[in-house]
C-alpha cells in the first residue's frame, strides 16, 4: 500500500491550491481514500473522502462548498481542490485509506485508517 501526498505550499488568504495522493493500484481499490489535517495543538479532523465504488463525496462541514475531492484512477491519484483557503486552513495535510473502511467510517473519527501518506505543508498567510 502506497499513498503520497504532494502540493502544499503557503498561499494568501482566498488563494486555491491543489492537493495530490498518489495511490497504487491496490490502494485504489480500497473503499476509499480520506484527507485529514492537523493543526498544531489541534486534534486531527477528516475534511474530505471519495468513494471507490461510486465515485460520492462527503466533506466536513468546515470545507463544504470551497473543497472539492476527486479521483483519477487512470493517474491513480486523488485531489484535494481547495478554493477561498482561510487562514484556519492552515494544517499539515494527509491522505490516508484503509482496506475495510468507507467515507462514513474514515470521517467519522471513530476509526484510524491503517495507511497513511506522508503529509503536505499548506500555510495560509491573512
Known amino acids: 500500500v502506497q499513498l503520497q501526498a504532494s502540493g502544499g505550499g503557503l498561499v494568501q488568504s482566498g488563494g486555491s491550491l491543489r492537493l495530490s495522493c498518489a495511490a497504487s493500484?491496490?490502494?485504489?481499490?480500497?473503499?476509499?481514500i480520506g484527507w485529514f489535517r492537523q493543526a498544531p495543538g489541534k486534534e486531527r479532523e477528516g475534511v474530505s473522502c471519495?468513494?471507490?465504488?461510486?465515485?460520492?463525496?462527503h466533506y466536513a462541514d468546515s470545507v463544504k462548498g470551497r473543497f472539492t475531492i476527486s479521483r483519477d484512477n487512470n493517474k491513480g491519484t486523488v485531489y484535494l481542490q481547495m478554493n477561498d483557503l482561510k487562514p484556519e486552513d492552515a494544517a499539515t495535510y494527509y491522505c490516508?485509506?484503509?482496506?475495510?473502511?468507507?467515507?462514513?467510517?474514515?470521517?467519522?473519527?471513530?476509526?484510524?485508517?491503517?495507511?497513511w501518506g506522508q503529509g503536505t505543508q499548506v500555510t495560509v498567510s491573512s
Open positions: 471519495i468513494s471507490s465504488r461510486d465515485s460520492s463525496t
Open positions: 493500484e491496490v490502494t485504489l481499490a480500497y473503499p476509499a
Open positions: 490516508a485509506t484503509d482496506p475495510l473502511l468507507g467515507c462514513l467510517a474514515i470521517l467519522s473519527g471513530n476509526f484510524h485508517p491503517n495507511f
